[in-house]
């Protein structure tokens, strides 16, 4: 394997002992982390608004003030800024999230 | 943020001095990873058969023996295993790659 640049690594963040892992990119629509969730039981809080969308896998969410859903690869759901929301899966999950 | 898991670390892959980064999970069409590539040119192997496909950004790839293509969010190309191909990047790319 080899490369030409002289880029900065990528920002990679990791969360609940590794088990929730991201890396950060730029996008046309601003910043963004794709992730991976291996199973279990998962909350969250917003510093600002969010966008997420499954990647692979399928997401059990209860957003604020909302029942249980499911969401699989490609439906987005969207979260205010300063908002708590539980995720759940049974199976790994990636995803990408979308912020501000 | 709270968990309930008691689950192993995703495991994480770090390339080229960390311009290109992934995220291993299992999917129900096998292993995968996500990953992100910064601005740059690379040359990646393949040991099995890959499917990548774009998860955001657009990526300029050179398949063996064909031309360079631009490849989109939600585009996959395949490569055989034990081949070697280039892409290329002038913005961030997130990509989901399955082997097997």
Known sequence: M????????????SYFDGTVQSLALATDKGK??????????????????????????????????EDWAVYY?????S?????SFDVSCDNDVAYICYYG
């Open 2 to 13: 080899s490369t030409t640049n002289n880029e900065s690594p990528v920002a990679h963040n």
């Open 32 to 65: 963004a982390t794709v992730g991976v969730m291996k199973p279990g039981k998962y909350t969250f809080g917003t510093a600002a608004p969010e966008e997420m969308i499954v990647v692979a896998g399928e997401l059990n969410v209860k957003l604020p003030g």
């Open 73 to 77: 690869a490609h439906q987005p759901f």
């Open 79 to 83: 979260i205010a800024a300063n908002q």
